[in-house]
């Protein structure tokens, strides 16, 4: 057996990520905060980079050539005459909106605001200001009574005392220990016994809609249980909430465009966060000029990374404005007529209509939102799934919506079962089977019919 060992040349094709491509990519995909989150990154690590707010200039394109052809020098000579705007000096005053701003009361606050406003002594206060702070967003006491007589070294009596106090303040039903006390301490009538009996002994089945049990083991008709079912329903199981509970993380939107129609055509204004206004300090570009071999390199470093960032948030912002203009080309209908006219669509139809690949529209359209006369949308809502239907195909929105409009027709005291729904969807030439109409209308957040079902 004989090892030969030979050189051998080969040809083949594979794509090669670039730093520069990598960075393009990522700033595609990233949201509007993120992209803002980075910039100023950004701006920290790199003297030459400045950030200017509130501009609505165009972006150039002379500066993207290729970073290794720059003549620096040129560069930095020619540069102020591309549009970009001069340094802004820092001394001089402006209005700066972001440096107003409003502040919502928490629920500690109110509460507190209230107990100062009773006639205590010094220890009952303190009682009661320990109860407040283990109260949660939910309007809900965390601690028990033991437990903060135990912290505080006072009588149960005290607490309970206190606590009562506490429960009278608004909103109705916060200091409570659990729902059917918080639901308790909203009813009006106090002296309702009937509606009392129910919160403490039938809430499960209120909840699964068991009316007719409740009012057999009660000897009331049924009418009546639905009457009672229908107040417990207006009561507000979370009294704290209505003050920004903290039990859920608070997310805010920031649309990256906003779409409206002007003279007869639907135009796009994309957002200062998502188009953001870059430029080069003047201070760094005369330093360019005038420094020694070693600054001037460092410098230059600086300036290709300033330039590649300018140009990557340049593409990123052109790559959006094509997908959003594409969209409403696809789903012209839906910004004429509404969220029922929304046609199926792929990422790849608006990728061969704008000649990208699909990956790039999806990280275009991932986390992106538009601001319609019709409310604020993500990109991706626009892309929906096929459905056959005697005139061709239509979009799961459009048969959600209905679904929606089916349910809202029906015999509230005989609710359509969802093979019964389907049914209905049939007879309009839209074939789906029961799954899926279950499965439409949990995401509806609307419930089965057992639970839909009125006395």
């Known amino acids: 057996m004989k090892l030969n060992y030979e050189l051998t040349l080969e040809q083949s094709q594979k794509l090669v990520m670039t730093p520069e491509l990598r960075q393009a990519i990522q700033l595609l995909q990233y949201t509007s905060l993120e992209l803002q989150e980075f910039i100023l990154k950004e701006i920290e690590e790199n003297p030459l980079l400045e950030y200017e707010e509130f501009e609505d200039i165009e972006q150039p394109q002379d500066i993207f050539n290729e970073i290794d052809e720059i003549d620096w020098k040129e560069f930095i000579e020619k540069y102020d ?118 919160i403490e002994e039938y809430l499960e089945d209120i909840a699964l809609n068991k009316l007719s049990k409740i009012a057999a083991e009660l000897h009331i008709n049924v009418e009546e249980v639905q009457k009672i079912a229908d107040e417990i329903k207006l009561l507000e199981p979370k009294p704290g909430r209505s003050f920004g509970g903290y039990d859920k993380e608070i997310k805010y939107i920031i649309p990256d465009a906003t779409v409206e129609k002007i003279g007869g055509e639907y135009v796009v204004l994309l957002n200062e966060i998502t188009a953001p206004r870059l430029n080069i300090n003047n201070f760094y570009k005369n330093l360019i000029k005038n420094s020694d071999e070693a600054t001037r390199q460092f410098l230059q470093e600086k300036l290709n990374s300033a330039v590649w960032i300018i140009k990557s948030i340049e593409q990123r912002k052109q790559t959006l ?89 029906e015999d509230i005291k005989r609710p359509l079962s969802d093979q019964q729904i389907s049914d209905e969807l049939e007879k ?24 839909r079902k009125r006395f």
């Open 81 to 198: 005459d591309i549009s970009y705007k001069e340094e802004v000096d820092k001394n001089l005053k402006s209005t700066v909106y972001e440096n107003f701003f409003t502040s919502s009361q928490s629920l500690k606050d109110y509460l507190l605001e209230q107990l100062s406003m009773v006639s205590l002594g010094h220890r009952e206060y303190k009682i009661g200001e320990y109860i407040i702070q283990n109260i949660d967003g939910n309007g809900y006491l965390n601690s028990s009574i033991y437990e903060i007589s135990e912290a505080l070294n006072v009588s149960v009596e005290e607490v309970e005392l206190m606590l009562g106090i506490i429960q009278t303040f608004e909103p109705e039903g916060v200091g409570a220990r659990n729902l059917k006390e918080c639901l308790l301490l909203q009813i009006k009538d106090k002296r309702d016994t009937l509606i009392n009996t129910i």
């Open 321 to 409: 404005l094509k997908v959003i203009e594409s969209i409403i080309k696809f789903q012209i209908n839906f910004f004429e007529k509404g969220e029922g006219y929304l046609k199926p669509l792929t990422l790849k139809e608006v990728a061969d209509d704008i000649n990208m690949h699909e990956s790039t529209i999806s990280r275009a359209t991932n986390g992106k939102y538009i601001q319609t006369s019709r409310g604020i949308f993500e990109l991706k809502y626009f892309f929906t799934q096929a459905i056959k239907g005697n005139d061709g195909m239509v979009s799961s929105d459009s048969v959600k919506n209905l679904i929606r409009n089916i349910i809202e027709k």
């Open 428 to 451: 309009m030439g839209i074939i789906i089977s029961r799954r899926t109409v279950a499965k439409y209308r949990e995401e509806l957040s609307i419930p089965s019919s057992k639970l």
